[in-house]
């Protein structure tokens, strides 16, 4: 399995742009998480899916986020318009049950907005 | 609520030296408990994992135990290597949600 992909590795955009962020979670995996991680608070989950339905949101920082999960391979994380507190490594991750087994990360998009 | 707290780092060892890196945890009933490392660049990646009381988590050489009684799953081993060099985070999982609570990660720096 090629594991949790993300696209793009690298996003630099210019304030006010609409900014999408994809992941592609592994094959079977009933659950993918989005987070955000900056030196300044660290790891912050933003949403989850389970079986491609949103469950919790609450991590989402403010109305320009938003996610979707329109099946069971893919997912976005868009940000309009976009700012410069927004630059942060964002991860998504998926796990097949929650509890015991863990999470399998991607390996991050890091996104600039200058 | 549920919560981790890890030691802060960064935390500066000579190659060869014994890492311990501590983490105690909050939580009602039984949570799982995990470490994971994220390698500069990358994503976390699971490194053990424990799911009940006394049970020992254990990979490339890394070992981490279950305490109830100390409500602590630290991480230890015995000889680190330059390329250990990464940020550890200590996480659990509740019974009551399905998500991952993570520590605030702990930097660690091994030098040649």
């Known amino acids: 399995d090629a594991g949790v992909i993300q696209s793009p590795r690298h996003e630099v955009t210019e304030m006010g742009q609409e900014v999408t962020l994809r992941c592609k979670p592994i094959?079977?995996?009933?659950?993918l998480f989005w987070y955000r991680q900056t030196m300044m608070r660290g790891l912050e989950l933003l949403i989850y899916?389970?079986?491609?339905?949103?469950?919790?949101d609450s991590g989402m920082p403010e109305d320009r986020f938003s996610a979707k999960m329109p099946n069971a391979s893919f997912s976005t994380l868009k940000i309009q318009p976009s700012e410069p507190r927004d630059s942060a490594v964002y991860f998504c991750?998926?796990?097949?049950?929650?509890?015991?087994?863990?999470?399998?990360f991607g390996s991050g998009t890091r996104l600039t907005v200058v | 609520g549920d919560s981790v707290t890890q030691m802060e780092g960064p935390v500066t060892l000579s190659e060869e030296a014994f890492l311990t890196i501590n983490c105690t945890y909050t939580?009602?009933?039984?949570?799982?408990l995990f470490w994971y490392v994220q390698y500069p660049g990358e994503g976390l990646q699971l490194l053990l994992k424990?799911?009940?009381?006394?049970d020992k988590g254990s990979n490339k050489g890394f070992e981490a135990t279950y305490r109830k009684e100390t409500t602590s799953f630290h991480l230890e081993k015995g000889s680190v290597q330059v390329s250990d060099s990464a940020v550890y985070f200590c996480?659990?999982?509740?019974?009551?949600?399905?998500?991952?609570?993570f520590g605030k990660g702990t930097r660690l720096h091994i030098l040649p």
């Open positions: 939580a009602t009933g039984y949570p799982s």
């Open positions: 899916f389970n079986n491609n339905v949103p469950i919790d």
């Open positions: 094959s079977g995996h009933d659950y």
């Open positions: 424990a799911t009940k009381a006394d």
């Open positions: 996480a659990l999982t509740s019974n009551r949600d399905d998500k991952i609570i």
């Open positions: 991750a998926s796990t097949l049950m929650t509890g015991a087994y863990g999470y399998t």
